[in-house]
């Protein structure tokens, strides 16, 4: 019953033929009314999980979000697709507040995204107390743990929603959480024993390319240039640094604007907009802009300088291609960076926090300096293996010489295994080293078979073999207990010598990579360009006169399959991918109209 109500709302509100992967299990389970925590990438449809349920459950749904840019975004595209959706924050005038929670009162909403701290608000929880609720969502669940990269005091409270309302379920979701975050989430929300649904953060369509910083500006317009028209982020560190690129970028021609919380609200608001109304092509930004922005058809992200951890990096990346389709990331990576990271981690008050942030620093580094193919590197930060190299990121293009590193690697393990794996990477160096140490000779570790063996090795070449086991599974660092090594199940068979391990040998010098020639394109839809253009421009203009961004009207995805299939009637209209019945009545004859003129 509920699956056949789950599947209606799929397609005639949302104009989905199918549910993307566990979309479907978990929809089922809020509609039973079970918790669930959703641990998927951006752009795996996480809004889905919820937003269903809550249409199909009597009551209204309150989704708790961070930013006010992320819920307007979302309520206007539920709007365009017929949903009684509304956010109640501080932007809102008094009447139109009044309005919201008059519609609140009266039943007339499916959804409501409210701030975590105007829900917790003692007056908000006491209002609530008289409403039908379907549901809590809670997005970007990871603002709610010390551990993740986006802490945020104002989450901590959440966890008291378990207790005001136990007979409501609650849905957690986040994009990025490693195992640590993950455990600290669910006991902080109460909800250790809900279903935990982990999807693939596997963006194949996300092309991954690390360069050695040389001519920054020269390196990123090369890089525009090739991808002339596209929309597109570019991260920067500091505000100085945000408005300096910018302002270089214009100087070349280049559609670009700057974007950081020093700027006027005013201006901003007016950046951001123009962003998502395809009137700007590229925002100067720091990491203020992107979190709260669900514009679909981005096809880059550059990091001008190092990000202080892979969750920032993997979360701002997939911000590239939310759309499925061929989309890149650019980091642009210098020594100096690490420099100016730690200086704002030293800054840290905190001591716990201060190596929490260090050990994922680290991480980032080792990202940035690897050999191994880089969506291997990501996917195990997030404990996930992906079983053979990606073919579509800058190392698996232009690998790295290799050799048989089998006895390198059975050293080293065996030196984690002698010291009990009590240790980090740079004390097993000093052993396996042979370092003339006090600490080494105090813990008798000097004695050990393992002490020495490794002085043929310089100190960043036994880094670049331990950072790649790291990476490939067989060690893994315990982020909690000091970042230790400790050894993985996999491992046992290196030591036993039953079987051998080709290893990338380190690149002394890291030299700009040249573009590599595509790779067989994600999307293999033949369609016509020129009619895409031709829909993207008319899709722009009926935005600007429904005063919405253009992918409220269609994504380009929908642009793309209408441009290859042609289609001529309601149904052939229906069955493109992101049109429901209420598109189909606001925009199919428009549309179908104009392919027709085209195909003349």
């Not at 929880?125 to 997005?139: E, G, K, N, V």
Request: some cysteine; glycine content about 6%.
């Amino acid at each position: 019953m509920n699956n056949k109500k789950a599947l209606q709302v799929l397609h005639d509100t949302f104009g989905y033929e199918q549910f993307r992967p566990l979309q479907e299990i978990i929809v089922n389970s809020v509609i039973a009314g079970e918790d669930n925590f959703v641990l998927m990438p951006t752009g795996g449809g996480k809004s889905l999980c919820y937003q269903i349920p809550a249409i199909v459950r009597e009551g209204v749904a309150i989704v708790v979000s961070p930013l006010i840019a992320l819920m307007q975004d979302q309520v206007q595209a539920l709007k365009a697709n017929g949903v009684a959706a509304e956010c109640y924050n501080s932007t809102a005038t008094a009447e139109k507040a009044r309005d919201i929670l008059s519609q609140l009162h009266n039943h007339e909403l499916d959804l409501l995204y409210v701030a975590p701290e105007r829900l917790m608000s003692d007056a908000f929880i006491t209002r609530l107390d008289s409403i039908d609720i379907s549901l809590f969502a809670i997005d970007e669940a990871h603002c709610v743990s010390q551990w993740g990269h986006d802490f945020r005091p104002e989450y901590a409270q959440l966890g008291e929603l378990r207790t005001c309302f136990p007979e409501v379920p609650i849905i957690a979701l986040t994009a990025t959480a490693d195992k640590q975050t993950l455990q600290d989430i669910l006991q902080r929300l109460q909800l250790e024993q809900a279903n935990l649904h982990k999807a693939s953060f596997n963006r194949p369509n996300i092309r991954y390319t690390v360069l050695e910083k040389q001519k920054p500006i020269q390196q990123v317009t090369s890089f525009l240039q090739q991808h002339q028209d596209a929309y597109g982020i570019i991260y920067c560190l500091s505000r100085k640094r945000v408005e300096d690129v910018a302002s270089k970028l214009q100087g070349l021609g280049f559609s670009a604007k700057p974007y950081h919380a020093g700027l006027p609200a005013k201006q901003r608001h007016q950046t951001q907009a123009e962003f998502q109304r395809d009137d700007v092509n590229i925002i100067v930004a720091t990491i203020a802009f992107g979190m709260g922005i669900d514009k679909p058809n981005v096809r880059f992200v550059i990091h001008y300088d190092l990000p202080k951890h892979i969750e920032g990096y993997y979360q701002e990346t997939g911000r590239a291609g939310r759309d499925g389709l061929d989309s890149e990331a650019l980091l642009l990576y210098g020594l100096q960076d690490i420099v100016v990271a730690k200086s704002l981690i030293a800054n840290t008050a905190n001591q716990a926090q201060q190596r929490i942030e260090l050990h994922k620093l680290n991480c980032m580094t080792g990202f940035a300096e690897a050999q191994t193919c880089r969506r291997r590197v990501l996917l195990n930060y997030f404990n996930e293996a992906l079983d053979e190299d990606c073919g579509n990121c800058d190392v698996c293009l232009n690998p790295p010489q290799t050799y048989d590193a089998t006895v390198d690697v059975q050293k080293a393990l065996s030196c984690v295994y002698r010291v009990q794996q009590r240790y980090g990477v740079s004390y097993v160096i000093d052993v396996l080293r042979g370092k003339d140490d006090q600490r080494i000779k105090q813990s008798w570790h000097h004695e050990l078979s393992t002490y020495g063996i490794g002085k043929e090795l310089s100190q960043d070449e036994w880094r670049g073999v331990f950072r790649q086991l790291i990476h490939l599974g067989y060690l893994e660092q315990d982020i909690a207990n000091y970042s230790i090594l400790k050894l993985m199940p996999k491992a046992k068979e290196l030591l036993r010598g039953e079987t051998q391990l080709i290893l990338a040998k380190p690149r002394l010098q890291k030299k700009a990579k040249k573009k590599a020639s595509r790779k067989e394109k994600i999307t293999h839809t033949d369609y016509d360009k020129h009619l895409f253009e031709h829909l993207r421009k008319l899709r722009k203009h009926l935005a600007e006169q429904a005063g919405v961004p253009p992918f409220v009207v269609f994504n380009d995805v929908s642009l793309t399959e209408m441009s290859a299939k042609l289609p001529r009637n309601d149904e052939e209209f229906l069955a493109i991918n992101g049109v429901g019945q209420k598109k189909l009545v606001s925009y199919g004859e428009v549309f179908m109209q104009a392919i027709k003129e085209f195909a003349v």
